[in-house]
């Protein structure tokens, strides 16, 4: 019996450390549990905590680049009220400002019509990129002005020749007139500020090589940055030396370089302006030899105007023919037929109306020819 019993102590101690364990192991169980909860409520927790990353600003600036002007600046809700205290406002208009306010109305109320033109729908972001001291509100109710006064001044000066010619089908088509210059007047107005901000993108773009070179001279000569920008500002370099006069006068109220930069990246139509400050905001943030990197954008530049020289080349040879065409041939070709019909034998009774006709025709053909290699022409 003793021999037994020796031989089942092993087995009895075997047994006790197993129900040992797991009576033990249920109860760490939980604990690990609780822990592990404890953790991943923790890491939500910082996840939430934690500021969501701010997208670097020339990510910002590349999406700027290729965004439409809608996408940019969302169009505010107009309010013609504000109309009334707009400084720049009485300040351009003076005397027909005060028409303005004696019909206030009606108006408003062409205003608010010329508003909802097809060609005005990006004037938010025109009227910054032509630089035109004036709020929405405010041009849309100077353009309204100016056509209507536009309107009133042909419909007597029409009336008047009338009356004087002593010609009643005259005086009757003033109303008409008057009505055709109102509308031609008010889509000229809703459409000018894009025209001025083209204008003022081909002015930038012919001066922006130069006033590279001159930045990244001064910049590897050893002046600051904010120096050089300064004195590029100071140049005579037209349309961009506003520019840079305006980003100057924003970091002189408060905003750091890089986010008067982004104010121009908004407002600028000039896709060689917007390459430029990309690259110069990605190498201040980035810490990069500045002077090299203006070098290379202005030789980039150089590069693309000369290209758009030589496309212009090749169009303006297509123009010159076409302008040959409609200029010295069709000209010659109407007269000598018109002439050849007024014959005895051949006695055509061709009114004259219609030669005249054809011949403002050909004038308003010349002029079209003339504006489209206007617009064509690229910055030299």
Same mark, same amino acid.
């Given at each position: 019996?003793?021999?037994?019993?020796?031989?089942?102590?092993?087995?009895?101690?075997?047994?006790?450390?197993?129900?040992?364990?797991?009576? #033990?192991?249920?109860?760490?169980?939980?604990?690990?549990?609780?822990?592990?909860?404890?953790?991943?409520?923790?890491?939500?927790?910082?996840?939430?905590?934690?500021?969501?990353?701010?997208?670097?600003?020339?990510?910002?600036? @590349?999406?700027?680049?290729?965004?439409?002007?809608?996408?940019?600046?969302?169009?505010?809700?107009?309010?013609?009220?504000?109309?009334?205290?707009?400084?720049?406002?009485?300040?351009?208009?003076?005397?027909?400002?005060?028409?303005?306010?004696?019909?206030?109305?009606?108006?408003?109320?062409?205003?608010?019509?010329?508003?909802?033109?097809? $060609?005005?729908?990006?004037?938010?972001?025109?009227?910054?990129?032509?630089?035109?001291?004036?709020?929405?509100?405010?041009?849309?109710?100077?353009?309204?002005?100016?056509?209507?006064?536009?309107?009133?001044?042909?419909?007597?000066?029409?009336?008047?020749?009338? $009356?004087?010619?002593?010609?009643? #089908?005259?005086?009757?088509?003033?109303?008409?007139? #008057?009505?055709?210059?109102?509308?031609?007047?008010?889509?000229?107005?809703?459409?000018?500020?894009?025209?001025?901000?083209?204008?003022?993108?081909?002015?930038?773009?012919?001066?922006?090589?130069?006033?590279?070179?001159?930045?990244?001279?001064?910049?590897?000569?050893?002046?600051?940055?904010?120096?050089?920008?300064?004195?590029?500002?100071?140049?005579?370099?037209?349309?961009?030396?506003?520019?840079?006069?305006?980003?100057?006068?924003?970091?002189?109220?408060?905003?750091?370089?890089?986010?008067?930069?982004?104010?121009?990246?908004?407002?600028?139509?000039?896709?060689?302006?917007?390459?430029?400050?990309?690259?110069?905001?990605?190498?201040?943030?980035?810490?990069?030899?500045?002077?090299?990197?203006?070098?290379?954008?202005?030789? @980039?530049?150089?590069?693309?105007?000369?290209?758009?020289?030589?496309?212009?080349?090749?169009?303006?040879?297509?123009?010159?023919?076409?302008?040959?065409?409609?200029?010295? $041939?069709?000209?010659?070709?109407?007269?000598?037929?018109?002439?050849?019909?007024?014959?005895?034998?051949?006695?055509?009774?061709?009114?004259?109306?219609?030669? $005249?006709?054809?011949?403002?025709?050909?004038?308003?053909?010349?002029?079209?020819?003339?504006?489209?290699?206007?617009?064509?022409?690229?910055?030299?």
């Amino acid at each position: 019996m003793a021999a037994r019993e020796k031989k089942g102590e092993p087995r009895l101690e075997e047994l006790k450390e197993t129900v040992e364990r797991e009576e #033990g192991a249920p109860k760490a169980a939980p604990e690990a549990r609780e822990r592990g909860e404890v953790d991943r409520i923790v890491e939500r927790l910082k996840k939430k905590e934690a500021p969501a990353p701010k997208p670097e600003l020339a990510e910002v600036a @590349d999406r700027l680049l290729e965004a439409r002007p809608e996408e940019i600046k969302a169009a505010p809700k107009l309010d013609f009220r504000r109309v009334a205290v707009d400084a720049a406002f009485r300040e351009q208009m003076k005397s027909l400002g005060k028409l303005y306010f004696l019909f206030e109305k009606p108006v408003s109320l062409f205003a608010s019509i010329l508003s909802r033109l097809p $060609v005005a729908r990006n004037i938010w972001t025109d009227l910054e990129a032509a630089n035109i001291p004036l709020g929405v509100e405010a041009y849309f109710v100077s353009a309204a002005l100016l056509s209507l006064a536009t309107g009133a001044l042909v419909a007597a000066g029409v009336a008047l020749l009338g $009356v004087a010619l002593n010609d009643y #089908g005259i005086a009757t088509a003033a109303l008409p007139l #008057g009505i055709l210059a109102v509308v031609i007047s008010a889509v000229g107005g809703a459409i000018y500020p894009s025209i001025r901000a083209g204008e003022r993108a081909i002015a930038i773009d012919r001066e922006l090589p130069f006033a590279l070179r001159q930045l990244a001279t001064e910049v590897k000569a050893g002046l600051s940055f904010n120096r050089a920008i300064a004195s590029v500002a100071q140049a005579d370099y037209g349309e961009l030396g506003v520019e840079m006069r305006r980003a100057i006068k924003d970091t002189e109220s408060g905003a750091t370089t890089e986010e008067a930069f982004s104010r121009v990246l908004h407002r600028a139509k000039s896709r060689g302006l917007k390459r430029a400050l990309i690259q110069i905001i990605r190498s201040l943030r980035t810490g990069g030899r500045l002077s090299e990197v203006i070098s290379s954008i202005a030789d @980039d530049v150089a590069f693309e105007t000369r290209m758009s020289i030589r496309d212009f080349t090749e169009v303006l040879n297509l123009i010159s023919v076409v302008y040959i065409m409609v200029a010295v $041939v069709a000209p010659v070709t109407l007269t000598v037929l018109s002439a050849v019909i007024q014959l005895p034998l051949i006695a055509a009774n061709v009114p004259q109306a219609l030669i $005249v006709l054809a011949f403002m025709g050909i004038i308003l053909g010349i002029g079209a020819l003339i504006f489209v290699t206007i617009r064509l022409e690229p910055a030299m």
